[in-house]
């Protein structure tokens, strides 16, 4: 068996499944696949360059900043008006006391989005120009460590849905910040999309920048499968709440009606929106139920045999679209910042939102700690 940490220079990891594969010379144009997951380990690089991720991320960060300091929209009620910026919604969420939704809101829509394309443009910067600049190597984990964060193309598409429900109550105008907003989402998924992990890896090595390991060995596998399954275990006893308990409370024109998360797309399909319900049913309700009995049955087969290739692909799925179901907490964010007008319109945060939030970090974290590489390690040689 070839231990992970023994790799030498002949040896490359899979970046899914972290399995030790022998390096090889490829002849133009193919690409060395992994034997165990399918995932490519090694790509022709052909005319890749790292000016796009730089030109990009630095993009991004403007439009963020932009973003920040221009109003999303404005919310109209019988000639009150109230504006919401991106970082009303956290504003407001702390004055109702509800901090842990705040700081994941703000973690999510703002600071995770800073990092990472801060870190993007750093690390593609040095690589670029060939620079050694400091702590470029832990810029670049960084990135692999902030990108499942950077929530903001999911906080953009709860801005559209909570438009909708607004225009039900009152009068809504798109602002500056919006056209801010989609910028930044585009400029991400674009960024994503071009950043060359193996590109910058080979840069960085060559450079001789790239220091320490990408795993930090905090946690040993017996320690991660507990966790992971004390996690999903925890996700599993939340979701009932998380769906029977209201997670916010709208008042119209001094009729107050509180929402479980269906209570929500019941009223988008009674206002006859049924794709924006739809939207909302699936990130909302499907994913996360997918979410915890997927993770429940990778879990739960945990060393042995059966069904190892699903269980990878699972996973990866899992991993990919988690994030969504943070649709339903900014729509409460962007719902918060601008519906505080009284009798006439508000929205009020209830703790259902709290239950809903511990299923997805729950979720999260679990699919973050139980590595794909523990499908496969008890039952097979790593030497690929």
Request: charged share 15%; with cysteine; aromatic share 10%.
């Amino acid at each position: 068996m070839k231990s992970r940490s023994s790799l030498g220079p002949d040896w490359i990891e899979c970046p899914h499944c972290e399995a030790p594969c022998r390096r090889k010379r490829l002849p133009d144009g193919c690409e060395l696949r992994c034997a165990r997951c399918g995932s490519t380990v090694i790509e022709p690089i052909g005319k890749k360059t790292f000016q796009p991720a730089l030109s990009l991320s630095v993009a991004g960060l403007i439009a963020l900043f932009l973003a920040t300091i221009r109003p999303v929209l404005t919310f109209d009620v019988a000639g009150r008006e109230q504006a919401g910026y991106l970082f009303t919604g956290v504003r407001e969420l702390l004055h109702q006391g509800y901090w842990m939704i705040a700081i994941l809101v703000f973690f999510a829509s703002i600071f995770a989005p800073a990092l990472y394309l801060a870190s993007v443009s750093y690390v593609s910067a040095a690589c670029a120009f060939r620079l050694r600049l400091p702590q470029v190597s832990l810029c670049y984990h960084i990135t692999d460590w902030a990108e499942p964060w950077n929530l903001i193309p999911v906080y953009s598409i709860a801005t559209v849905v909570s438009v909708v429900k607004l225009r039900m109550i009152g009068g809504v105008t798109w602002n500056d910040g919006a056209r801010w907003v989609l910028c930044v989402a585009v400029l991400t998924l674009l960024a994503q999309q071009v950043f060359d992990r193996r590109l910058v890896e080979h840069r960085l090595e060559a450079m001789g920048a790239l220091g320490g390991s990408k795993r930090v060995g905090m946690m040993n596998d017996s320690f991660r499968v507990s966790t992971a399954r004390a996690l999903v275990t925890t996700a599993a006893l939340l979701y009932i709440p998380s769906n029977i308990i209201p997670v916010m409370t709208m008042t119209v024109a001094g009729k107050t009606e509180p929402l479980t998360v269906l209570g929500g797309v019941k009223e988008l399909w009674d206002s006859n929106l049924p794709a924006i319900a739809g939207v909302v049913f699936l990130a909302s309700f499907v994913v996360p139920f997918l979410k915890v009995i997927s993770l429940s049955w990778i879990l739960w087969l945990h060393g042995t045999d059966f069904h190892q290739s699903t269980r990878n692909s699972i996973h990866r799925i899992v991993h990919r679209i988690g994030s969504w179901s943070m649709i339903d907490i900014f729509l409460l964010a962007v719902l918060s910042a601008v519906g505080q007008l009284g009798a006439l319109g508000s929205v009020i945060a209830n703790p259902g939102a709290i239950y809903f939030c511990g299923v997805m970090i729950c979720c999260l974290f679990a699919a973050e700690i139980y590595k794909p590489r523990l499908i496969w390690e008890s039952h097979e040689d790593l030497t690929i």
